[in-house]
């Protein structure tokens, strides 16, 4: 099962973060500012920014060839710097899908996408993802058809991926804004489908 060590002991964990950062604000090892610029930097990038790189792409056929031919080229157009050594990003197809976890620790395209979801991070999600991807696709709540391929793309320090997912049916003639609207986090690493909300 895809639980994440130590969930259920959420409340724990929040205690335990409270006080280190009080003890480093009263230590001077931290000043006040210092934290809410850290902060800021690590919420800045949402998942809305990746899902508005994919709407551009379904919609403008130029920038999806940009787009996939250098992520962080592409990325750059909109405005959305990708700090990352290197950004792939990778096209589902009907025959094809793409799958993205990191084996070694949970690299993830951070300054593009934020914070990555808790079961991306879980040793589960790691470990599994690699032998067993449709297994722990279907946990996630998607169950892929046998008939389509499906690649795991392996994220390191240097390399990190954005999955583009499939337009979904029904959403021709749509802006980008509601197109955005179609794409959740979990489908920006190939773990869910776009959906039409």
Known sequence: MLICEGEAGGDYYALMTEAMHRLLLERGVLAPEDVDTLVADLTAPN?????????RAWVDPGFKARLLADGRAGCAELG??????????????????NLVVCTLCSCYPRSLLGQPPWWYVS??????????PRAVL???????????????HDSNADLRYLV??????GTEGWDEAALAACIGRDALVGAAPARVP
């Open 47 to 55: 998942s809305g920014w990746g899902a508005r790189v994919v709407a």
């Open 80 to 97: 959305y710097p990708v700090r990352e050594a290197q950004l792939v990003v990778l096209e589902n197809t009907p025959a094809l899908h």
């Open 123 to 132: 040793k589960a999600y790691r470990a599994r993802a690699v032998r067993e």
């Open 138 to 152: 279907a946990e996630l709540g998607y169950v892929l058809p046998e008939s389509v391929k499906l690649r795991v």
């Open 164 to 169: 583009l997912p499939m337009r979904p049916a």
